[in-house]
């Protein structure tokens, strides 16, 4: 046996066997080891460096991105259609000899008619927000539904608004048909004019803070598991006014990143909203409520034909 005497005896030789055997384990062990913390350090500074690339890719990527679809309205509640033109004598005729409100809404819209609804009544606003029409008609929505949608990992928060580029001209409508309502409804989202009052828009939500400063208490918030967000937006144009105009929104995210950026469309422009209201003097004015068909553009004096 190597490094013991030949003649030595057997219980010295069985002792240097045992001595060898252990420190050749102790060698294999601490090989092992070494390979294994070395493996260990490599994988943790790879999964480091993985993160820190996976987070500057996260942070490369859009924010977020913003789509904005018209309100489809309910046909069985009140509301308001425009059209660009009149209505020939047999669209009347086909329009007129309906007493089913549904059915009028769905051939308006078939015709071209563009929808308007009911604001949301603020019973519990504050009384800065409760400012009074100039004129004694009723105000109306362009209602949208703005669409929030973020690929990133980590979470973004969009914090604030600002109304950009408002450019408003007379309405072209020629042709206005409406269902009166019949009380003050309520809807979740938030509530502008167009150009904007102090502090909107605000919320509509009846429940407390109705009427204040919508961004003085939510966000929206996008990324990080939560891939959408949207709003239920009542526009109101000036009475007789067609306007168009633009969103910034203010961001925070998760690499300390905020700042404000204008909403673009699908082609990369800048998002143009358009808002429309009913015209003043349209040449078709028709009311539908318990006397069906009344034409106001004929009989102006009718006591529901002063609402719009």
């Known amino acids: 046996m190597l490094g013991?005497?030949?003649?030595?005896?057997?219980?010295?030789?069985?002792?240097?066997?045992?001595?060898?055997?252990v420190r050749n384990?102790?060698?294999?062990?601490?090989?092992?080891l070494a390979t294994t913390l070395a493996a260990y350090l490599l994988l943790g500074w790879d999964v480091h460096n993985q993160n820190d690339k996976q987070k500057e890719y996260d942070a490369s990527q859009a924010p977020f991105t913003v789509s904005v679809q018209p309100d489809k309205g309910d046909p069985r509640q009140e509301w308001v259609m425009v059209l660009d033109r009149e209505l020939t004598a047999a669209e009347t005729r086909k329009l007129t000899s309906s007493t089913d409100s549904p059915?009028?809404?769905?051939?308006?819209?078939?015709?071209?008619g563009h929808l308007l609804t009911y604001p949301s009544v603020l019973e519990h606003a504050p009384k800065q927000h409760l400012q009074q029409p100039s004129s004694s008609r009723m105000e109306l929505s362009d209602t949208f539904k703005m669409n929030v949608l973020s690929t990133?990992?980590?979470?973004?928060?969009?914090?604030?608004?600002?109304?950009t580029d408002v450019a408003c001209r007379k309405s072209t409508a020629q042709t206005v048909v409406a269902v009166?309502?019949?009380g003050g409804s309520v809807y979740q989202g938030i509530q502008l004019h167009v150009p904007p009052r102090a502090d909107e828009p605000v919320l509509t939500d009846d429940a407390e803070g109705q009427g204040e400063p919508y961004f003085d208490t939510h966000y929206i918030e996008v990324g990080g598991g939560q891939p959408s967000g949207g709003l239920r937006v009542e526009a109101i144009a000036p009475p007789g006014q067609s306007c168009e105009w633009g969103i910034k929104v203010h961001y925070n995210d998760a690499y300390q990143k905020g700042q404000w950026v204008q909403l673009k469309d699908r082609q990369g422009k800048?998002?143009?909203?358009?808002t429309e209201s009913v015209p003043l003097n349209p040449?078709?004015?028709?009311f539908f409520g318990s006397i069906p068909w009344t034409p106001c553009h004929l009989k102006?004096?009718?006591?529901?034909?002063g609402l719009l």
Do not use: N
């Open 283 to 286: 040449r078709q004015k028709w």
């Open 4 to 21: 013991v005497d030949p003649g030595a005896s057997r219980r010295k030789k069985t002792r240097w066997a045992v001595v060898l055997s």
């Open 152 to 163: 990133r990992a980590a979470a973004v928060v969009i914090d604030d608004w600002k109304v």
């Open 25 to 32: 384990i102790l060698t294999f062990l601490c090989g092992v």
């Open 103 to 112: 059915a009028a809404f769905s051939y308006l819209k078939a015709l071209g």
């Open 270 to 274: 800048p998002l143009r909203i358009r």
């Open 180 to 182: 009166p309502p019949q």
């Open 300 to 305: 102006p004096k009718e006591a529901t034909c």
